[in-house]
């Protein structure tokens, strides 16, 4: 090529809006490959939400699609009956699991046009939802069922309605809508499509929908079934599947993808910038957490085991290292409770800092969390040389070379804290471990080495796609 390439990144719910693992990895990523313009194209719940990124030069373009409010056209398909008809039947196989070829829907629908409202009003439309809650929902009232339904085909119509900017290939970092966005755009523009998965987007939205108490009977199975689907479809179509570690490989496997089409990426950190921290034993013994106080990352069992770790380490000072306000709420618990365990003297809520100066000092990293995919701080600590005590989830358990002494279970704070005693007793074997991981994220882990194979696989398919070539994706750099 002889144009600067063009990648649309699809982002839902992330960047530029909201801080985050993936919204900083999209940034960095972004700036890393400077010799390729970007367009985003974000899937936001409301309009005019205030940006928390700067963006870079190199991104060109932004077009923020709403799910609430999107755009409307009243031209419609010149068949709405056949094409009611076609989407009604791909019901069958999407309901036995199964992704179906909706090339022919997609092509079908106007920029602007949202099937519901017609498909609701036919008679086919009507009889397969009423069918349906009667087969499925018969203890719960209709209108419940009447308007989840709706509110899940509005937003897929509205993804299916809208028009991703232009560009040369199009890389959505997670399936559900942006992922339908991906594959619509690939089909209306015979553009490539590859698809990263930080975390599994069905599995996600799974975790949170049997936690909500107002989803009622089979909604709750209709709506695991439709993110389900969605990750269906984004497999089906992508022309290549990146996965940050092997377990999420399988299960993406599992759920569909083509063994062929998968393979992993993790991701990186900047090594020079956490080498270069000069550790220094500060008086005490330092925990600290790095992360936004928040559920996911379960300040709480943080607070209840430095509560532990203080009754036999009475030099232990705990810092809580992250912004506090994206939930106020959450936030005002977590120092009740600190002051209800009389921690007060000890633990310290810092706020947003450079991390680099507590990974300067601290004798332990504690990640809480009860989700996360890749968990970018443990390699920090690692480069940093500060050892890490975490909860089993994701791909922790591989970054901690599944060493049982510093695993424990979500929500234990009990595991937690034998973890962070074992070591502060063993000092000199933690040495030998220290070096040990600082090795292996050098090695493995460095983020220009990461962003540069994502810079030539841009270049490789957009080639391909320009010249014709088909890829073999378990051949691709």
């Known amino acids: ?37 970007f367009v985003l194209y974000t899937i936001s719940p409301t309009k005019d939400q205030p940006l928390n990124y700067e963006l870079p030069a190199n991104v060109i373009t932004h077009k923020d699609m709403v799910l609430s409010a999107p755009t409307r056209s009243r031209r419609g398909p010149a068949n709405v009956r056949a094409l009611i008809d076609e989407i009604i039947a791909i019901h069958n196989p999407l309901l036995n699991g199964i ?32 069918s349906q809650n009667q087969k499925k929902n018969p203890a719960y009232a209709f209108s419940d069922y009447f308007w989840a339904w709706k509110s899940a085909h509005d937003m897929m119509f509205a993804i299916l309605g809208d028009s991703a900017p232009e560009a040369d290939l199009y890389h959505p970092v997670s399936t559900g809508y942006a992922g339908l966005a991906a594959l619509t755009a690939k089909i209306r523009k015979g553009k490539p499509f590859i698809l990263t998965e930080h975390g599994l987007y069905h599995k996600e939205r799974e975790m949170e929908i049997r936690k909500a108490q107002f989803i009622r009977g089979y909604q709750r199975d209709m709506w695991i079934g439709i993110y389900n689907n969605l990750s269906r479809l984004s497999y089906r179509y992508a022309d290549l599947i990146i996965a940050l570690f092997e377990h999420n490989r399988r299960l993406q496997i599992e759920l569909g993808a083509a063994e062929s089409k998968t393979r992993v990426i993790p991701n990186g950190i900047d090594v020079p910038f956490f080498s270069q921290v000069a550790r220094r034993k500060k008086e005490g013994f330092h925990v600290g957490l790095v992360g936004r106080v928040v559920p996911i990352k379960d300040i709480k069992t943080f607070i209840s085991m430095a509560k532990i770790v203080s009754e036999t380490i009475p030099e232990a000072v705990f810092h809580c290292i992250g912004p ?33 100066e507590y990974y300067s000092f601290l004798d332990v990293l504690l990640l809480t969390s009860v989700r996360e995919a890749q968990p970018l701080v443990i390699l920090e600590a690692y480069c940093a040389g500060v050892p890490v005590v975490a909860t089993r989830v994701g791909n922790v358990a591989e970054l901690i070379d599944f060493d049982d002494r510093f695993i424990a279970p979500s929500k234990d704070p009990e595991k937690l804290a034998a973890g962070v005693r074992y070591i502060y007793e063993h000092p000199q074997e933690m040495e030998i471990i220290v070096q040990k991981n600082r090795d292996r994220v050098v090695r493995f882990y460095d983020r220009d080495k990461v962003f540069q194979t ?3 696989l841009y270049l490789q398919h957009i080639n391909a796609s320009t010249s014709g070539e088909q890829i073999d994706a378990s051949e691709v750099v």
């Open 1 to 37: 090529m002889t144009e600067r390439p063009t990648v649309c990144l699809i982002l839902e719910g992330s960047y530029p809006y909201v801080t985050g693992g993936v919204s900083a990895w999209v940034h960095q990523l972004i700036r890393y490959l400077e010799n390729i313009n």
């Open 324 to 356: 506090t306000e994206e939930d106020p709420g959450y936030f005002e618990d977590c120092q009740i409770l600190v002051e209800s365990l009389k921690l007060s003297d000890r633990f310290i809520f810092t706020g947003r800092q450079d991390v680099r």
């Open 99 to 130: 992704a179906p070829e909706v090339d022919g829907i997609v092509k079908e629908i106007p920029t602007g046009y949202s099937v519901y409202a017609d498909g609701i009003k036919s008679e086919a439309g009507w009889h397969l939802l009423t």
């Open 454 to 456: 994502y810079g030539d």
